[in-house]
């Protein structure tokens, strides 16, 4: 490699302290965080401006399944105490406006570049530092690169011949349109029932002409029973902060979800019965901790996906459709569990129709619409709400070359590897927030962003004190962090489940759990126990080596 490198205008690359890929909730803090430390960075994010998935998803309905007292940052008591939620489940454009109020209040921009894609991170072994190129073919140097890209930011399209022959309006959920759009008097299908599909189909069922939903695999929803926050509710909650935070931390979601001890079988049919009912009248995801071995006793789960199923021919009208929609095949909550406002009771609607795409498979999308093997379904506009390549997609849509040449897309090939989801062997001074090998989607993403980036901050400051130049894990660690991975990964039910957690909704990406199962306040401890071990599961370079080098 070259001794300096060059921008594609011939200008020299800018030097820094820290390179942050990502402006969703952990790049937002880690620009935060490495600015207070009086580092010199540099932002990049793709959007066009901070926000991350909650920049590109406008799609109708979207909306927050946690609380948006713990799904936000807990950094700044200034910031907790100036910020009114209005909902208990805020919507997209109340979420966008506080990501807006965080980024101006504490002056974020100005360290971002926005429209901007990193196409290249390369280790410079000699230089001890990371070379990264934008898609605007500049280039900048920093001994330390973050990756805050976030485990839900690549979206993918089915794999459904004929898509871009579609002659009518092609949306897609995880970028859509800033304008407004309109519904009315059309003929609309949508593919994709996950969470994102389920809040579209509900908010734009009654607005359709007709709404045509294409369904594989149904998926368990549950009433959120959202509310508006009163003053009252909002002043308890400015008050009580620190004890929130705290109870967060120390729990297996990250967040204030209440979870039970109980063991589904302590108590008898009729209690339980009562407690399911309680937790669905409750709404959010109560029923998800009403028992604590929900994800370990498929006994247990069935009995409580059977209550689901129950409810589901409760509200929908039509038993066939009732049926369809019924899931079957894999465990409750194994797949992201979901929240609705009116979803069963969508299909109740004259104009709404379910197409069981399990008994009628999609053959092709033609210029019209979408080929069922029972004939054409013609369509004015189609909506794909088919999810994202989660968890190493976005690493791996770019070049990362760590030392000797080695690619992370290499190296993930056969599935991610890492050690505590923050750093992967081979790559020195390349740091991950929310990274796939830690608890990453299965516990709260702004708890783990700010735990990642604290923790990578005393790393440094390690490193510092020590006059250390770069840092890394040893193989052993990682090898012995992927094996308590792996083990965990077969007592729970979130295996079972054919979903992009294990990589089954991309053709031909390496299948298996790498997420740490073990729960948050279980994953802080090893973070902990990492660092207060003197850092001895990591190697370090001296920064005097760069002097003889």
């Known amino acids: 490699m070259n001794d300096t490198a060059t921008a594609h205008a011939g200008a020299p690359a800018k030097r820094l302290d820290v390179i942050i890929v990502g402006a969703g909730f952990g790049g937002m803090y880690a620009v935060y965080k490495f600015r207070e430390m009086g580092l010199a960075i540099q932002g990049f994010e793709a959007g066009g401006d901070v ?32 910020w009114t939620w209005k909902e208990q489940f805020a919507a997209q454009p109340e979420l966008l ?49 973050i990756m805050s ?26 970028k859509w349109p800033h304008h407004p759009v309109a519904f009315a008097g059309k003929r609309v299908g949508i593919i994709g029932t996950g969470s994102t599909g389920i809040q579209i189909i509900q908010e734009i069922g009654p607005q359709c002409g007709e709404l045509f939903v294409f369904q594989r695999t149904p ?7 959202n509310q508006t926050l009163g003053a009252d509710y909002v002043s308890e909650v400015k008050r009580n902060y620190a004890g929130i935070r705290e109870a967060a931390l120390n729990s297996a979601v990250g967040g204030v979800r209440p979870q039970s ?59 066939a459709v009732a049926e369809a929609l019924k899931p079957r095949g894999y465990p409750i909550f194994a797949r992201r569990p979901c929240l609705d406002t009116s979803y069963y009771e969508t299909y109740n609607l004259p104009n709404v129709h379910l197409k069981n795409c399990l008994t009628d498979k999609i053959v092709e999308i033609t210029e019209k619409g979408v080929r069922l093997e029972s004939g054409e379904v013609e369509l004015d506009m189609l909506i794909l709400a088919t999810g994202y390549d989660g968890l190493t997609g976005a690493l791996m849509a770019f070049d990362v070359i760590g030392r000797d040449g080695l690619s992370i897309n290499q190296l993930w090939k056969a599935g ?48 510092e004190r020590n006059h250390l130049a770069t840092m890394e894990p040893t193989a052993e660690a990682e090898e012995r962090w992927m094996a308590l991975v792996a083990t965990l990964a077969q007592r729970t039910l979130v295996s079972q489940a054919k979903t992009w957690y294990v990589g089954a909704n991309v053709a031909g990406k390496a299948q298996g759990l790498t997420l740490f199962t073990g729960g948050f306040q279980k994953y802080r401890e090893y973070c902990r126990a990492a660092t207060e071990g003197n850092y001895r599961d990591f190697t370090f370079a001296p920064a005097e080596a760069l002097a003889t080098a």
């Not at 429209?115 to 900048?140: I, P, S």
């Not at 839900?152 to 959920?173: H, N, Q, T, W, Y």
């Open 97 to 145: 406006e506080y990501i807006n109020f965080v980024a101006d209040r504490l002056d974020l921009r100005k360290h971002i570049q926005f429209n901007t894609r990193v196409t290249r991170a390369v280790w410079d072994e000699r230089r001890q530092l990371w070379q990264v190129t934008t898609d605007h073919g500049d280039v900048f140097e920093a001994p330390y690169c």
């Open 261 to 319: 001890t109980r063991g589904f079988f302590t108590v008898t049919p009729s209690q339980r019965q009562e407690l399911l009912e309680a937790s669905w009248q409750q709404g959010g995801l109560a029923m998800l901790g009403t028992f604590a071995d929900l994800l370990t006793n498929a006994e247990a789960n069935e009995h409580v996906a059977e209550f689901v199923r129950g409810k589901i021919d409760e509200i929908v009208t039509d038993p």
């Open 149 to 174: 890209t976030g485990p839900l930011s690549l979206p993918r399209d089915p794999d459904i011949a004929g898509l871009s022959r579609f002659k009518g309006e092609l949306l897609r959920a995880a």
């Open 51 to 82: 926000g991350g998935v909650w920049y590109w998803n406008r799609y109708p309905g979207a909306r927050v399944d946690l609380p948006s007292i713990d799904y936000s940052f807990g950094f700044s008591r200034e910031i907790e105490q100036e």
């Open 416 to 463: 991610a590897r890492s050690y505590l989801g923050l750093m992967i062997a081979g790559f020195p001074n390349l740091f991950m927030t929310t990274g796939p090998t830690g608890p990453a989607a299965l516990a709260n993403i702004i708890r783990i962003s700010e735990h990642d980036v604290d923790w990578i901050a005393e790393a440094m400051r390690h490193m």
């Open 219 to 225: 998926s368990f929803t549950m009433p959120m029973r």
